[in-house]
């Protein structure tokens, strides 16, 4: 429909040029150039509209034209189309053609599409977490929108910081500025379709409450009546009367689901298939509501098939909270059909990605807050340089008394200042090793509340579904979870014990005679249990040595890079072995596995680093690996091409058989 009003209005207006150029009332040349401009800015507005591949080059192609005739007037609807591209692909490209058509737009008085780019940015500052230049820009946009006399321009604005509030996690503060908004906008009789629009992020948003919900669904059925009245089917470019029924169902049915009011929602369902939409089948909130309505009226296997449906996407995959969620409910509905054993499956998964993506969280909310404690210091120390150099300034503007007094008292407040300042400096390095150190023991007691509570709360669970269980084979399955669980824990408390003992320096080491041949072999034989299916554990055989050293640390260091490699090897092989070199000896493991990323190899030998957030185990392998190494005069490196594998080497010094 949309794509039609425009080819018509462009050919009207190509007749409309070719009558007047035939009655000779202005230059045909003017009438071509024209047309030629008119033509362009249509085409270029529908490739937008249709999010069109050549959507760029027409509008290049305007701007070009426009140039060439000297149009301003299209010249703008080209910088306006080239900011609309770039605001999804490149935001810093968008600022710079914002920056250079601004002073067209003002000339022209082109106010709304001047603040629907100004928007723009403040939604791209949002989403690059430029949190920092969004109050300045936002008051910036509302004292020149009050200026030139345009007061949508203000709401523009002020929709952008509701956005910057819901990204902060500051939601009651958000919703609060859209209601602010609309009354604005009710008050001054704004569009319906700019009302709907806040009305519907305000929908949109499940903190909002059912108050607020049910406050905006009687507005927006009010504005559903108003269309149907006056025969109004669309409201503007990219918005249908249709549509906005859609959003009033979708609440209705959603909201009804949350109060289990499963016949009103039945209702609302049906009325939105009536509306024949295939876009709105992909909806997640309807899905929801279905999966809650066939759990309702216990049609099983309808909802189970929708969980499945829904959490096999890629899309859904890529939004952790709402993937997590439909595998809870897929979890509850096969417990309730009595699959017990699938569900004990579901819940597993869900418990053990939960706490993943709560660690993950709690690492990046770490990592955030050390830059910003960085960050601070930094500004501290300049304030205190600054405030220095003023002093210091103070003090040789009085100091002008004569060449030989000045000498002396700049010597004088040289040396103190020297021997102050060194004082400062070393009181500044204990104050801030005392506290790296009180945030690194925080950091430390948050991660071993996290890693021991992870397994423990499967034992208990598991524990406590064991018991009331009949079924011999569920029962041990149970009982391998409860036993796995407790492997896990057990390690962990095995591998903070050595680190304990590393970093304090009291790990103690036996040295004998060890046959390193031997050795290898029974380390061989160990891990190749172990092995996945498609993956080859190879041992390279050398001379037969004997190495004087602690036979357990080694071999506890080489266990750990090998069940490193085989957690992150999926197929291909894995190739341990030694060899000696001069006066030390080299032990290696190589792996074809999904290899380390540039930007980790640096803290790979750090406490709890995982490649991914989803990884089994606590990250200290590593760690206690670099700590045995160190602690027995040698050194560890890795080198490694992400995506083909990693090769760990530890050289240790060669001592001869005692």
């Not at 002073?103 to 599409?113: A, C, H, N, S, V």
């Not at 345009?150 to 956005?163: K, N, R, V």
């Not at 709690?362 to 501290?380: T, V, W």
Request: proline residues 2%.
């Amino acid at each position: 429909m949309l794509i039609l009003r425009h080819r018509v209005i462009t050919f009207l207006v190509t007749i409309l040029v070719t009558t007047i150029v035939h009655a000779n009332v202005i230059p045909s040349s003017v009438i071509k150039e024209n047309r030629t401009l008119v033509v362009l800015d249509s085409l270029a507005y529908i490739s937008t509209v249709n999010e069109s591949n050549d959507r760029k080059d027409l509008a290049d192609r305007l701007l070009k034209e426009s140039v060439k005739y000297k149009n301003d007037f299209y010249k703008t609807n080209a910088y306006f189309l080239i900011v609309k591209y770039y605001y999804s692909i490149n935001p810093d490209s968008m600022r710079y053609y914002i920056k250079i058509s601004e002073p067209l737009f003002i000339k022209q008085k082109r106010w709304e599409d001047l603040f629907r780019m100004r928007g723009w940015n403040l939604y791209s500052l949002v989403n690059e977490g430029k949190t920092d230049e969004i109050i300045p820009n936002v008051n910036k946009m509302k004292a020149e929108a009050r200026k030139v006399g345009y007061p949508e321009g203000e709401e523009i604005a002020e929709q952008g910081l509701a956005f910057a509030y819901f990204k902060e996690n500051l939601t009651a503060e958000g919703l609060k500025l859209y209601e602010d908004v609309l009354a604005k906008m009710e008050a001054r009789n704004a569009p319906i379709v700019k009302r709907f629009n806040i009305i519907r992020q305000l929908l949109n948003n499940d903190d909002a409450g059912l108050d607020l919900h049910k406050r905006c669904l009687e507005k927006l059925n009010r504005y559903i009546k108003y269309c149907e009245k006056n025969h109004i089917l669309n409201l503007g470019n990219e918005m249908s009367l249709d549509y906005m029924k859609f959003v009033s169902y979708r609440t209705q049915a959603f909201d009804a689901a949350l109060q289990n009011d499963f016949n009103t929602a039945y209702k609302a369902l049906l009325k939105i298939e009536e509306l024949h939409s295939e876009e709105y089948e992909s909806d997640i909130s309807l899905t929801y509501v279905w999966i809650k309505y066939y759990e309702h009226i216990k049609q099983y296997d309808k909802a189970l098939a929708l969980c499945k449906k829904v959490t096999q996407t890629t899309q859904m995959k890529q939004k952790a909270k709402n993937y997590l969620n439909f595998i809870l409910m897929e979890a509850n509905i096969l417990k309730e059909s009595s699959k017990y054993q699938e569900a004990c499956s579901l819940y597993s998964e869900y418990i053990t990605k939960n706490d993943s993506i709560t660690s993950a969280k709690y690492y990046g909310d770490l990592a955030k807050l050390r830059n910003q404690h960085d960050i601070d210091n930094l500004a501290l120390q300049n304030k205190k340089m600054e405030l220095k150099a003023t002093k210091d300034h103070s003090r040789m503007i009085m100091m002008e008394g004569g060449i030989l007094f000045l000498v002396l008292i700049c010597c004088a407040f040289g040396y103190i200042s020297y021997t102050r300042n060194k004082h400062s400096i070393q009181l500044r390095k204990a104050k801030e090793k005392a506290e790296e150190s009180d945030r690194l023991k925080s950091a430390f007691l948050a991660n071993m509340n996290h890693e021991i509570r992870t397994p423990l709360n499967a034992i208990v669970g598991f524990s406590q579904v064991l018991i009331d269980e009949d079924n011999r084979e569920n029962r041990a399955q149970y009982a391998k979870i409860i036993q796995s669980n407790n492997e896990l824990l057990q390690q962990l408390i095995y591998d903070v014990l050595d680190l304990s003992k590393i970093e304090s320096n009291t790990m103690q080491f036996t040295y004998k005679n060890i046959d390193l041949k031997q050795l290898m072999d029974n380390i061989f034989s160990a891990e190749n249990l172990r092995m996945p299916e498609e993956v080859h554990l190879l041992l390279e055989d050398d001379e037969n040595l004997t190495f004087y050293a602690d036979p357990n640390r080694l071999t506890q260091i080489l266990t750990n890079l090998l069940n490193n490699a085989i957690k992150h090897t999926q197929q291909g092989f894995i190739r341990f072995g030694y060899k000696k070199e001069m006066d030390k000896i080299t032990f290696f493991v190589e792996d074809t596995g999904e290899g380390i990323p540039a930007d980790k190899l640096d803290t790979i030998f750090a406490r709890f680093v995982q490649l991914k957030d989803m990884d089994k185990g606590v990250g200290l392998g590593l760690a206690i690996c670099k700590g045995l190494v160190s602690q027995m005069n040698g050194t560890i490196s890795v080198r490694s091409t992400f995506g083909k594998g990693s090769t760990f080497t530890v050289y240790l010094p060669f001592r001869k058989e005692q």
